[in-house]
Every structure is written in structure tokens, then in C-alpha cells.
């Protein structure tokens, strides 16, 4: 059982920094969190879901060209926490943004392309005014 919850979505002007963060809960992460990719992915109004970054349980990361260089994904194992650090923030990083984990061990760039993780929170908003 794994169970995420959102925060840190705001409204901020273009070029500002926000992070996100995302507690990751329940007694199969608990257990088996060193097997688990964690990822942020983004839905704006009208759009499909799209991948932003994924870290997988060693540590390895892999982000969308729209963000890399601005954005960072990172996590605390002790505190069962995800975060999404988003510096030099633009317009069109205006989305909804979902915590998302799975535990099935696949290769992170399929993940990130794909979209297909297990367990999905319920989105925090980020809006980027010009």
C-alpha cells in the first residue's frame, strides 16, 4: 500500500522558484522504498500528462528536456519525501503537478515517457504569471 499527498503548488511570477513536496506513506513503501521510482509529472489545462522527472531507488534521475537545467528532483529516504525544486520558472510551467511512485523496477525513461506508475497523488497546483 502506497499512499502520496501534494504540496507546494502556489501561484509565482516567471522566472521565480518554487518547491514542491510530496510525503510518500504506507507499510509497502515503508518496506520495499529502495526498490521504488518516485516521479513528478504535470497536466495543464487542455493537455495530456506529461513526465517532468523520475528518480529511481539508487538515486539516478532523468528529467524532460522542457525542464532540465531548471529543475531538480530529489528525495529523503528518512522522511519519506519527494521533492521538485523548480528555479527560472516560465509561463508554460503552469500545470497541475503529480506526485507518482512504482514499485515494478522498470527503467525510468519508460516511466517518464510512458506515464504508467502505480500509485498517483491528487496534484498540486503551480501557476506562472508573466
Known amino acids: 500500500q502506497v499512499h502520496l499527498v501534494e504540496s507546494g503548488g502556489a501561484s509565482v511570477q516567471a522566472g521565480g522558484s518554487l518547491k514542491l513536496s510530496c510525503v510518500v506513506s504506507?507499510?509497502?513503501?515503508?518496506?520495499?522504498?529502495?526498490?521504488?521510482?518516485l516521479g513528478w509529472f504535470r497536466q495543464a489545462p487542455g493537455k495530456e500528462r506529461e513526465g517532468v522527472a523520475i528518480i529511481d531507488g539508487t538515486g539516478n534521475t532523468i528529467y524532460a528536456d522542457s525542464v532540465k537545467g531548471r529543475f531538480t528532483i530529489s528525495k529523503d529516504n528518512a522522511k519519506n519525501a519527494l521533492y521538485l525544486q523548480m528555479n527560472s520558472l516560465k509561463p508554460e510551467d503552469s500545470a497541475m503537478y503529480y506526485c507518482?511512485?512504482?514499485?515494478?523496477?522498470?527503467?525510468?525513461?519508460?516511466?517518464?515517457?510512458?506515464?504508467?506508475?502505480?500509485?498517483w497523488g491528487q496534484g498540486t497546483l503551480v501557476n506562472v504569471s508573466s
Open positions: 504506507g507499510s509497502t513503501y515503508s518496506t520495499y522504498y529502495s526498490t521504488y521510482s
Open positions: 507518482a511512485a512504482d514499485g515494478r523496477g522498470y527503467d525510468i525513461r519508460w516511466y517518464l515517457q510512458l506515464r504508467a506508475l502505480e500509485v
